[in-house]
């Protein structure tokens, strides 16, 4: 140390001055001076800012000056008594291109400390004022006091990118700082070594560079050959991490917050500490649940209880290990309804060591998870917060779910979780060496009190309702959607958007309707998901296409949750589909100008939607005003709860048009002249296809044949019946499904039915899937 005596400061004003590195202030070309009047300042400030100038101006940091750009001093009283001076920068460092020099990881950086037995922390004196400002950029600094102007000739405090410029200096200084056992934070320097030997060496290396580079030690802040030392909030030692001891013992101090910004506050200071406190979110879920929109402020015993806890977590906090990647880390995950966490081990010196703890409160939708959905999550997310650790080291998951089975075996797609988010906990696991080892909660320390080993992927699902019976009245069946078939239906357009733009979750609904009179819509739903809205949105309309009287309805939606939900869930959707559109596609054209336009309309719903919810019991639904709150239950969802013999949309007019094959090949084919009125005849009430086909003669006869070929010899006078023999010349396509007979012509994704005699001209307003008997 006395060989570099001439490195230690002497003074407040005792800086270095450096040639490796210049400070520039990238303003732009374009960008206005920023010039703002110096303010009145308390007369008690001014003799010690006067003082404080002119210790500044004789040691050159600061001169006199006379430029276009200025900005407020702002005098802030020490401790001490007297007063610091402080230059309001904030005008001008919005005109400032921020630096994107890459910070250290505070997290990461303590991760190289291994194996040490010597510390040493350096402070570089003044260490900002050791860097010039380029002579070109120096007027933009400029600030007055006592009817002059000054500007600093070095980088001053509260410059917006001070702290990557120094940051560059230190690594112009200290060139090789990651191939040795140095870390920098900002203005900070640890040191450490397994020998006092090594340590000499190593803080001899450090101060010859700092020599060089120009820059001086603050002796008295300097920690100097420690068993532990303090770094940047937290005591670094020979045991491993723990919170700093003045830091802890100020948190004692802190009253019970009475404003939201206090406890804010407080709740910013124990952040710094959390991965020190097992279940960290749990305990202070009675804390942030105020921090939520349009909670009003009550503090009461259970919050007073947290925060005693938090306090007293923080200080008690054990000293975390440094993670060693030649051994494996040890992952416990656990979860409650409310909450995730988990902690990171290592066996290290013959024992398991906590190397940090991590919890989260889930969301809404989080929350609906199953139990093993939740073990599975826990893990997924685990692994992610802690990668940059774990990733190309073993690691060893205990837990009471066999939640690798689980994540790849289908029956996870049969409950809550969406593809994405199950193609995302895919992607994570993948890569890694990951072993599972099943045990059971008593073993598990976090996950005490959960449910014990069994298998996930073997479990059914347990329904939170009672599925629909599947004896739903019949409706017109849209197997496919066909631009030639269908070009006059009503159409809509249906998205649904969640977001926290404005901090709270919320999700709304857009409609874009066509070929008919309802206008655009949206509607509010409040805190739900994404798929939520997008179900939501279908629901809506179907409803809404019911109380309009509209038979046949195409949905367009770019969810392929919303059509899976549907058709693979809902028995009544067994026989139709929708028109899945891709979302956002950059094909111009009239699905992607209603999709955007329903898009856009879901993110307005979010905040001024009409408000719409899910209630039960059902009620009918209105097409929205303007005050009014729109509410359906299960049973339009589903048709459980009404009489057997109502149908959900209107019954068919009693009489239809009927243009025939010869009459569209007449010159003007909607003539009324060449249609054919026909009084509906009304199907049997049982609506059963395979009865109606069994008292149909020649589609019994065709059936009879499918099954034995040697019936073709008993077909007498069916040989010479027109409509046999148009079933017939496409026998090949004909085959039996559950006992009815179907088609699947060339093009066809889905097999046809073939339509009973009796039927066809009923079935002839259903016309969408083309059915082959003749029609």
């Known amino acids: 140390m006395l060989e570099h005596a001439h490195l230690y400061s002497r003074g407040s004003s005792d800086c270095g001055k450096t040639t490796l590195h210049e400070t520039a202030i990238p303003t732009g070309s374009d960008a206005h001076p920023v010039y703002i009047r110096q303010y009145h300042i308390l007369l008690a400030a001014h003799d010690s800012v006067q003082t404080t100038i002119m210790d500044l101006l004789h040691t050159g940091i600061i001169r006199k000056c006379n430029s276009t750009y200025n900005s407020p001093i702002w005098p802030v009283l020490k401790a001490s008594g007297k007063w610091r001076l402080t230059v309001d920068n904030r005008q001008l460092n919005k005109q400032v291109c921020l630096s994107r020099w890459p910070m250290a990881y505070l997290d990461e950086t303590l991760t190289k400390v291994q194996n040490a037995a010597y510390f040493t922390s350096l402070d570089i004196s003044n260490g900002f004022w050791t860097i010039p400002v380029h002579e070109d950029d120096q007027h933009k600094l400029a600030f007055s006091f006592n009817n002059v102007q000054y500007t600093w000739t070095v980088t001053p405090f509260g410059y917006a990118n001070l702290p990557a410029e120094f940051n560059i200096f230190l690594h112009k200084a200290i060139p090789d700082v990651n191939s040795r056992n140095i870390a920098i934070y900002v203005d900070d320097i640890l040191m450490w070594s397994d020998s006092w030997t090594a340590h000499r060496e190593l803080l001899s290396y450090v101060l010859t560079r700092l020599s060089v580079a120009g820059a001086k030690i603050s002796l008295d802040k300097g920690q100097w050959y420690k068993w532990a030392v303090n770094y940047v909030g937290f005591q670094v030692g020979q045991e491993g991490i723990r919170p700093q001891l003045n830091r802890t013992l100020a948190l004692q101090t802190l009253p019970a917050p009475t404003t939201l910004k206090q406890l804010r506050s407080f709740l910013g200071i124990c952040n710094f500490s959390r991965h020190f406190v097992a279940d960290y979110a749990k305990i202070a879920q009675p804390l942030t649940r105020l921090l939520k929109k349009d909670t009003p402020w009550h503090w009461g015993q259970e919050q007073d209880v947290a925060m005693q806890t938090l306090k007293h977590s923080i200080s008690a906090a054990p000293a975390l290990a440094f993670p060693d990647k030649t051994k494996p880390f040890i992952l416990e995950t656990a979860f409650t309804p409310l909450n995730i966490s988990a902690v990171l081990k290592q066996q290290q010196d013959q024992q398991k060591r906590v190397v940090s703890y991590t919890s989260k409160s889930l969301s809404p939708v989080e929350q609906r998870f199953t139990d093993c959905e939740k073990a599975l999550f826990s893990a997924v997310w685990a692994i992610q917060q802690y990668r940059n650790l774990v990733c190309g080291a073993e690691i060893i998951l205990e837990t009471c779910h066999q939640i690798l089975i689980y994540l790849t075996s289908g029956k996870l797609r049969e409950g809550k979780v969406t593809n994405a988010r199950i193609a995302n906990w895919i992607l994570t696991t993948e890569g890694l060496s990951l072993q599972v080892k099943y045990a059971k909660s008593k073993n598990n320390a976090v996950a005490q009190g959960l449910a014990a080993l069994h298998d996930c992927a073997s479990l059914p699902h347990q329904p939170t309702e009672e599925r629909p019976p599947t004896d739903l009245p019949g409706l017109a069946n849209h197997q496919s959607f066909s631009d030639v078939l269908c070009p006059t239906f009503p159409k809509v357009y249906v998205d649904g958007s969640a977001h926290r733009k404005t901090g709270t979750l919320g999700a709304g609904v857009g409609l874009v309707w066509t070929n008919c009179d309802l206008p655009p819509q949206k509607f509010k739903l409040g805190p739900?998901?994404?798929?939520?809205?997008?179900?939501?949105?279908?629901?809506?309309?179907?409803?809404?296409?019911?109380?309009?009287?509209?038979?046949?309805?195409?949905?367009?939606?770019?969810?392929?949750?919303?059509?899976?939900?549907?058709?693979?869930?809902?028995?009544?959707?067994?026989?139709?589909?929708?028109?899945?559109?891709?979302?956002?596609?950059?094909?111009?054209?009239?699905?992607?100008?209603?999709?955007?336009?329903?898009?856009?309309?879901?993110?307005?719903?979010?905040?001024?939607?009409?408000?719409?919810?899910?209630?039960?019991?059902?009620?009918?639904?209105?097409?929205?005003?303007?005050?009014?709150?729109?509410?359906?239950?299960?049973?339009?969802?589903?048709?459980?709860?009404?009489?057997?013999?109502?149908?959900?949309?209107?019954?068919?007019?009693?009489?239809?048009?009927?243009?025939?094959?010869?009459?569209?090949?007449?010159?003007?084919?909607?003539?009324?002249?060449?249609?054919?009125?026909?009084?509906?005849?009304?199907?049997?009430?049982?609506?059963?296809?395979?009865?109606?086909?069994?008292?149909?003669?020649?589609l019994t006869h065709l059936i009879r044949i499918l099954q034995d070929t040697t019936s073709v010899a008993d077909s007498g006078d069916l040989i010479n019946d027109a409509y046999f023999q148009a079933l017939w010349k496409q026998k090949e396509r004909l085959s039996l499904r559950d006992g009815v007979l179907t088609f699947k012509g060339t093009n066809d994704q889905h097999c046809r039915w073939v339509v009973p005699r009796q039927w066809r001209i009923t079935m002839m307003q259903h016309a969408h899937d083309e059915p082959c008997g003749g029609h």
């Not at 003007?668 to 296809?689: G, V």
């Open 528 to 698: 739900k998901s994404s798929q939520y809205a997008e179900l939501a949105g279908t629901l809506i309309a179907l409803t809404q296409a019911a109380e309009h009287n509209y038979e046949h309805l195409v949905i367009c939606t770019d969810s392929d949750y919303t059509v899976r939900s549907f058709i693979d869930y809902l028995p009544h959707w067994l026989g139709n589909d929708m028109k899945k559109i891709p979302g956002h596609s950059k094909l111009d054209g009239p699905d992607k100008a209603g999709n955007d336009r329903a898009d856009a309309l879901a993110k307005e719903g979010v905040s001024t939607g009409q408000p719409w919810e899910f209630g039960n019991p059902a009620s009918q639904v209105s097409q929205p005003t303007d005050n009014s709150s729109v509410t359906i239950g299960t049973s339009e969802l589903r048709n459980t709860q009404r009489e057997a013999d109502t149908p959900l949309f209107p019954q068919p007019p009693a009489q239809v048009d009927v243009v025939t094959r010869s009459g569209a090949k007449a010159p003007d084919p909607h003539n009324p002249s060449n249609s054919n009125r026909i009084t509906l005849i009304t199907p049997e009430a049982h609506n059963d296809l395979v009865q109606a086909q069994e008292k149909d003669q020649a």
